[in-house]
């Protein structure tokens, strides 16, 4: 069959049109990034661009970084950690992110997800993580080179399955986390520690 000129450029909108409804939300995209690690150890920046404001002095402009890991799919850490606006969290894999795994077993490879929240009046819980949203970079450092992570799109069910998981070990460790937060000259918000306990 062959379309004239003008039905081709229509044949051609309507497909461009399916695809843009295809791609993933924007926004949804801009709140969750997924990494690996093997044996080497390696850093992860969090960087606060001051999405929510820039204020230092208004717990609303800090974000949180909701961290999760997993070996072999099994959950072996998790914890959160906020960030004060225009300013940066730095943790280190071995000492910060895998330093106490759950299982007594610090695993020899992973993967890592975070998902980016508003700073609340509740803090950072990483076991109640509601509404995902924008506000903080990640820059990975392995082997002396510098990556920025890219954004991926997370689904409602596995929201649900880290806030979960997350619960897990807070109950088995008795109430607390075991990713710790590392390093940061930031503020804090007035009377807020990181990790803080529901």
Do not use: W
Not at 131 to 147: A, I, M, N
Request: aromatic share 10%; glycine share 8%.
């Amino acid at each position: 069959m062959v379309l004239s000129i003008s039905k081709r450029f229509v044949f051609s909108g309507v497909c461009s049109a399916a695809m843009l409804v295809m791609l993933p939300s924007k926004g949804n995209a801009q709140s969750f990034t997924v990494d690996y690690f093997g044996a080497a150890d390696q850093t992860y920046d969090f960087v606060n661009y001051g999405f929510h404001g820039a204020n230092e002095f208004s717990a609303a402009s800090f974000e949180c970084a909701n961290i999760y890991v997993f070996h072999d799919q099994d959950p072996v850490a998790c914890g959160s950690c906020f960030v004060s606006p225009n300013g940066s969290r730095l943790l280190d894999l071995h000492t910060n992110i895998i330093g106490a795994p759950v299982t007594g077993v610090r695993p020899a490879n992973g993967v890592i997800k975070v998902v980016y929240t508003q700073f609340t009046t509740n803090g950072c819980d990483p076991t109640n993580v509601k509404v995902p949203s924008p506000g903080l970079k990640t820059f990975r450092t392995k082997s002396g080179v510098d990556l920025e992570l890219d954004e991926v799109s997370l689904s409602a069910a596995e929201l649900a399955h880290l806030n979960g998981v997350c619960s897990d070990i807070f109950d088995i460790l008795s109430g607390s986390f075991n990713v710790t937060c590392g390093s940061s000259l930031d503020s804090h918000p007035a009377g807020v520690r990181d990790n803080n306990k529901r």
